[in-house]
């Protein structure tokens, strides 16, 4: 069922939207989502919530409760009222496919629409594809560092509230989490559910053999045991090797039976483990870890030789620790005047704030063995053909240049049309189907790319038309920045 969602905006968007009804200034205009620097230190991110964000535009309305309430602010004249009463989204919405393999700077969401239409919708879509974005780039990240072994998403109850619980999780499956604790993003989603027990149910009964055994007797064809509520390997490992001893002479399958160890030395206790269930004739009996484990951790714990087959992922990856935020922005990039899109820049004594302007496209570079060469944003009226030479050159270090020779390149145009004059275009993927297309993103990335420690760039470069019109106008309105340095 949709959410109403309309009033999800901050009120100086209500208030522009106000003043551009009142000065009948609805132009057509172009905004673009981009975000300037990669969380964690990476090479990449990964994009994530186009659904529910077209969700969003597609159900965009306002009821007579949001209308009153609006009108109780004291803000909102009554023909201003009145207009958003019938308010719909008319306009286009360009975006990369959910799950893709996303870079700095480049616009990943391109609006164009009047611009009472385009201004409003502004801090929902950032809240949405933020968050997601975020959570699917860490995960992607945990992902990597464990590499063929699983990743289990355990964060609901650290999640900052039901919502990031919720789509972070779908955030995280996306990139590569292999099923979820939690029930409803299962439900909602179609994710696979899976989990244990706790310490509680181990300590509700009179000695921990007997909790086992209860267990595994209520679940013996998926039956993991949390060991470490006493003694790992004192007490844990032991009474779970009895347990399965006894599963195993009744004819049931050991490669569906685990354990899980929660907290300690995970590299000593996992290989200390290893050898005692390998030693017992269990050698299918897989071992889980858990407890506040990222990315780094993971790493860490596989270079000493740790004996791990799943790892339970919680905290750190929900709440997505180092980098609480993904810093999407929304700008203005261009604005229609009798049928044609001007370019408009927003310049700061902080390059990194300096915009790309104008109506633009993005392509996607790769070499004959399908690793990304470079991504290339050009004006949209650009057309590039795979018979042709292309020239790739660095933005701000321009003599660093690589020409792709026809034949040597493939090239994939990125943004896709998901509204066309207000009418939503965008076909929902199943989540599975998400899933394996990220992974071959993901395949797509050099390896050194890939590092977690300084990673090497993937470069993002601008097509000729582009780069001059961006210095036609940094030369423009840049006198101005230096007229005012002189005062100083």
Known sequence: MPRDLSLLTDLYELTMMQGYFK???????VFDVFYRTN??????????????????????SFTSEDIDYLRSTGYFEDDFLAYLSDFRFTGDVYAIPEGSVILPKEPIIKIVAPIIEAQLIEPAVLNIVNHQSLIATKAARIKHAAGDNAILEFGL???????????????????????????????????????????????????????????????????????????????????????????????????????RIDSGDLAYLT??????????GLCEVKISASGDLDENLISSLKDQGARIDSWGIGTRMIIAEGNPSFGGVYKLAAIEENGEFIPKIKISENSVKITNPGNKSLYRVYNN??????????????TYSERDDILLFD?????????????????????????????????????????????KEQDT??????????????????????????QDLLNKYGKDQLNYRRKD
């Open 271 to 280: 290989k200390r483990a290893r050898t005692m269930l390998d030693e017992a």
């Open 157 to 259: 109850r650290r999640a900052q509230g039901p919502d990031a619980g919720i789509y972070g999780t779908r955030a995280a499956y996306i990139a590569g989490c292999s099923g979820t604790s939690n029930v409803l993003a299962g439900k909602m989603f179609d994710i696979p559910v899976l989990g244990t027990h706790a310490h509680s149910w181990i300590m509700s009964f009179d000695n921990e053999y007997e909790a086992f055994k209860t267990y595994a007797e209520i679940y013996p064809d998926n039956c993991t045991l949390l060991v470490d509520t006493y003694s790992t390997l004192r007490s844990g490992v032991p009474n779970a090797i009895r347990v399965f001893k006894e599963m195993k002479e009744n004819g049931k399958d050991m490669n569906r039976c685990g354990i």
């Open 369 to 382: 063995e399908g690793k990304i060469v470079a991504d290339l944003i050009t004006l949209d009226y650009e």
């Open 395 to 439: 933005p701000i270090e321009t003599w660093k240049q690589t020409i792709m020779h026809s034949g040597e390149y493939t090239i994939r145009p990125m943004l896709e049309l998901i509204f066309k004059s207000g009418q939503c275009l965008f076909n929902p993927r199943p989540i599975r189907e998400i899933q394996e297309y990220c992974k």
């Open 445 to 470: 990335l050099w390896e050194e790319s890939k590092r977690l420690l300084n990673p090497h760039t993937i470069h993002v470069d601008l097509s000729r038309p582009l780069y001059e019109m961006k």
């Open 23 to 29: 000065s009948k200034k609805n132009n057509t205009v």
């Open 39 to 60: 969380p964690f230190g990476g090479a990449y991110s990964i994009c994530c919530g186009i659904e529910q964000m077209a969700d969003y535009i597609k159900n965009l």
